[in-house]
């Protein structure tokens, strides 16, 4: 089936976008409506428009933390979690990384709300991400450049957070010194954790990719920086970041956010997907594609 970019016009939705897919065989996402965070539910990616919704959390007062940045979706022991980083109640324009959890195991289940991701409480993080390896959970985080934890649980940090890059690259610095917004992709037991690069509101903005060369991975000498971006603008679609990795149809997909408008930053992203390709374990992403078949 052929599709365009963007897939989803609606600019709330489509900002950070993260696309996971359920057990149940639906996909499953969830965005920013400011006062709470929304998730959605649909089949296939030609039904993401008019995807089913429902409130994972809804803040009722000022004591609330509101304003979730990049919220995102994962299944962890048997309950969807969600991490996001809502402005912090009485720390004005200070995010830090908040967790709701699901009652069941059904993704459009109610959601509990666990307040600040431990270890973490009352600091400036963003963009927090969680992946399994080797029988243990870690979160990579935008918090002192990128930073990586053990988690204890899914709600807790095990120590404080280790920074493994920061933005020292030209293509890193446009704008603003910024790297964040990471995701793992594994492939064939090899991780990689792919992140966003320069100020996010800038045409710019690109991916970057780290690559684990094995051993302890909390040491930051085993990261390896990829030199040059893996995924800039192209094609009439600038600033593409803020990725996430599902699979679509057989076929691994990656699903960012980018401007079709020069120049129209944050109010100008719409989320977009399209498969990409390995070469020798090593993920070819290509360039942003305005048509792609699925």
């Not at 094995?214 to 600033?239: I, M, T």
Request: one cysteine or more; proline letters at 7%.
């Amino acid at each position: 089936m052929k599709f365009s970019n963007p897939v989803l016009n609606v600019n709330k939705k489509s900002r950070d976008p993260v696309i996971v897919l359920g057990g149940d065989g639906y996909f499953y996402s969830c965005y920013n409506a400011v006062d709470r965070v929304m998730v959605r539910k649909f089949a296939s990616l030609s039904e993401i428009e008019t995807a089913e919704e429902k409130a994972a959390y809804v803040c009722t007062d000022e004591s609330c933390p509101r304003d979730w940045y990049a919220p995102e979706m994962h299944l962890i022991d048997g309950h969807w979690y969600i991490y996001g980083a809502p402005v912090i109640p009485g720390m004005p324009n200070i995010h830090g990384t908040y967790v709701l959890r699901s009652k069941t195991a059904d993704a459009f289940s109610d959601y509990d709300f666990c307040g600040p991701l431990k270890g973490l409480e009352n600091k400036w993080s963003i963009d927090a991400t969680v992946f399994e390896h080797d029988g243990e959970w870690y979160s990579v985080i935008s918090y002192n450049g990128l930073s990586i934890a053990r988690m204890k649980d899914p709600v807790t940090l095990a120590h404080e957070p280790i920074t493994i890059a920061n933005a020292e690259l030209p293509w890193e610095c446009v704008g603003s010194p910024i790297i964040e917004g990471p995701a793992a992709l594994k492939k064939n037991d090899i991780l990689y954790i792919v992140y966003s690069a320069s100020e996010s509101r800038c045409d710019d903005y690109c991916l970057g990719i780290l690559t684990f060369k094995g051993g302890d991975l909390l040491d930051p000498a085993n990261w390896e920086k990829h030199p040059e971006p893996v995924f800039s603008k192209a094609n009439g679609l600038h600033g593409p970041g803020h990725c996430s990795f599902s699979k679509m149809n057989g076929q691994d997909v990656i699903v960012y956010h980018a401007n079709p408008v020069s120049g129209t930053g944050w109010t100008g992203s719409f989320l977009c997907v399209q498969p990409f390709k390995w070469e020798n374990d090593f993920p070819v992403f290509g360039e942003p594609l305005k048509e792609f078949e699925l």
